[in-house]
């Protein structure tokens, strides 16, 4: 099992950036693929970006590829989503998530079982 907890949302004006971070508790982070989720109120929780062990691949769900880019300092057991060129859509509730049951399936929500407990981004028009 593996505690995440996310940090770093808030209000921001459109068209400007923020930084998520997500802090990971235990020896293994290093060894799990990572991932960003978001849920806006009233629609499914939808995949954001994934990340593999080493950094060395990344995920990107299309509509989101150029403006958030997502890392990871095995150091410090840390994930991170740098987001730019905010749009209110990215208004959201973002979630981090480790180790899908599948390693094929990184885009799917229902392969994970270990979730932060969220940190609100709201992006003012």
């Known amino acids: 099992q593996v505690q995440l907890v996310e940090s770093g949302g808030g209000l921001v004006q459109a068209g400007g950036s923020l930084r998520l971070s997500c802090a990971a508790s235990?020896?293994?982070?290093?060894?799990?693929?990572m991932a960003w989720f978001r849920q806006a109120p009233g629609k499914e929780r939808e995949f954001v970006a994934a990340?593999?062990?080493?950094?060395?691949?990344?995920y990107y769900t299309d509509s989101l590829k150029g403006r958030f880019t997502i890392s990871r300092d095995n150091a410090k057991n840390t994930l991170y989503l740098q987001m730019n060129s905010l749009k209110s859509e990215d208004t959201a509730v973002y979630y981090c998530?480790?180790?899908?049951?599948?390693?094929?399936?990184?885009?799917?929500?229902?392969?994970?079982?270990?979730w932060g407990q969220g940190t609100q981004v709201t992006v003012s028009s």
């Open positions: 235990g020896r293994t982070f290093s060894s799990y693929i």
């Open positions: 998530a480790a180790d899908p049951t599948t390693r094929g399936r990184v885009r799917m929500k229902d392969e994970y079982k270990n």
């Open positions: 990340i593999n062990w080493s950094g060395g691949r990344t």
